[in-house]
């Protein structure tokens, strides 16, 4: 009965300490298979956080490739509908500087051929042979002698006397000389006022003569003058109209280019909104991917902490456990063997020649020597 009893309690406390490290064991696998679990969700969802980022991230390039596209349509459509004025300024930019390094380089008119401007200020230079100033003299005897007609009928008439004269055969007879005396007194006194009229006429005839030639002086230089700046007029004219126009498509092409530059500005700042904006969402996306699988791998840390608390936890309470079954089973068999040597040491008492009642050191009380009694219970 001993033997069943020991047998029983060793079994017991063998079992208890085999089941105590089993449930230490499951739990600790409990915890590892949880571990892996939540790491494989843990895995999963930043999985899924780096696809929806791919996935943002690539929308967001895209829309930024597209904006980009847009914008350098619009500016090459820009650059292409202005090409042909930049074009055109850049030909009459060129035909302006033939123009200006040509006829029309300078502003000074160049001036008519074989005229002098510097003639308009110099002075009439009168008609040869008349004195203007004889305009202004009184007729003269000496005029009145060396006038033409009174000298001819001078002349005349006495040569008629000397032919009278010479038929009668008296020629430097004194009634000759005094005819030719009173020939020569009658005919000055009758040609005197013909020679002043003369006079007169030809004086006035001359004077006449000096003013038509000076009107004729002043018409023609005015008509040179005017022909100069007729001419001038003419030039002017003629190089507002070469040069105005070329300066016009000059300043079309100018206009053009200024457009194309503006354009480009207009294209970069575009551009450069479009990259930073695109910045900015990547950050952000990148951001929030960064913040999600931050959250997703603290709350695996978090998880698996707890879950190695747990394990350690479960390996200790198997400990505990195994301790206490081993601890209760030595406890049991302590009990039951001082039980039994209780119950033997009474069955000694009653029966001092059981077996083993010599090894005894002392003798029971009421023992009597012969074979040991076992008691059973």
Known sequence: MSGWVAGSVAVSTLVGAYSSSKASSAQQQSASEATQAQKDTSLQQMQIQSDIADKQLAAQLGISEKQLALQREQYNKQIELGEPFRQGGITGQNMLLAQLQGPYGSAKFGGVPGYDPASAMRDFGGVAGYDPASAMRNFSAADFQTDPGYAFRLSEGMKALDRTAASRGGLLSGA????????????????????????????????????????????????REQGYGNAFNRFQTERINT??????????????????????????????????????????????????????????????????????????????????????????????????????????????????ANMMNTQPVGVTSGNPVYYDF
Do not use: C, H, M, W
């Open 176 to 223: 000759t000389l005094k005819g030719a005396q009173r020939y020569g007194s009658d005919l000055a006194s009758q040609e005197y006022g013909n020679a002043y009229n003369r006079f007169q006429t030809n004086r006035a005839t001359q004077s006449q003569e000096y003013q038509n030639a000076f009107n004729r002086y002043q018409a023609e230089r005015a008509a």
């Open 243 to 356: 040069l105005a126009p070329l300066q016009s498509l000059a300043g079309v092409g100018q206009s053009a280019t200024q457009q194309a530059q503006q354009a480009a500005q207009n294209y970069a700042t575009g551009a450069s909104g479009t990259y930073a904006n695109l910045a900015t969402g990547q950050t952000g996306t990148l951001g929030a991917l960064g913040a999600g699988q931050t959250g997703a791998l603290g709350a695996f840390g978090a998880a698996q902490g707890s879950n190695i608390i747990g394990a350690g936890n479960a390996r200790a309470s198997g400990y505990v456990g195994g301790a206490n079954a081993l601890s209760s089973g030595l406890g049991q068999g302590l009990n039951f063997y001082q039980n039994q040597q209780y119950l033997n040491n009474l069955n000694l008492a009653r029966n001092p020649n059981a077996y083993g």
